[in-house]
């Protein structure tokens, strides 16, 4: 299983990430516009990083993933405590869209930036949920 982190922690706290240090990997931070992934063995190791036995395993940082699912079969699929069963597609998470847009008084009217994903049906079904 693999998680996609936008935020230092996660479930009340745990640190998914983790604290040890490794060269391989810059410190994350809820300023760096970076996404964190993951990976986790399954529901054992996901309690023992809640009570902080463990952490989970360190696969890549960047600040713009692209995520190719060609399964044969619709995998089960959570954002922000929504789960669906997704069928094969192209998922693409950038940068510009992990930032919230603040509100401040201006004089002149801001441009909006386009923070829609990118999907792609490689079957052509854009009726199914991506």
């Given at each position: 299983?693999?998680?996609?982190l ?12 983790g604290h ?5 990997f ?10 964190e ?36 079969y ?8 929504e ?26 009217k ?5 923070t829609e ?14």
């Open positions: 299983m693999k998680i996609f936008f935020f230092y922690s996660w479930a009340s706290g745990a640190n998914l990430w040890e240090k490794d060269d391989k810059n410190r994350p931070t809820h300023y760096d516009g970076m996404l992934v993951v990976g986790v063995t399954g529901i054992v190791h996901l309690g023992q990083i809640q009570s902080g036995i463990r952490s989970g395993v360190r696969l890549a940082q960047g600040g713009h993933v692209h995520i190719r699912m060609n399964n044969d619709p995998v089960p699929v959570q954002v922000d405590g789960p669906w069963l997704q069928p094969p597609c192209d998922i693409t998470i950038i940068r510009s869209a992990l930032k919230a847009t603040m509100l401040r008084k201006r004089k002149s801001i441009k909006r930036r386009n994903p990118t999907v792609y049906f490689p079957d052509g079904d854009e009726d199914s949920k991506c």
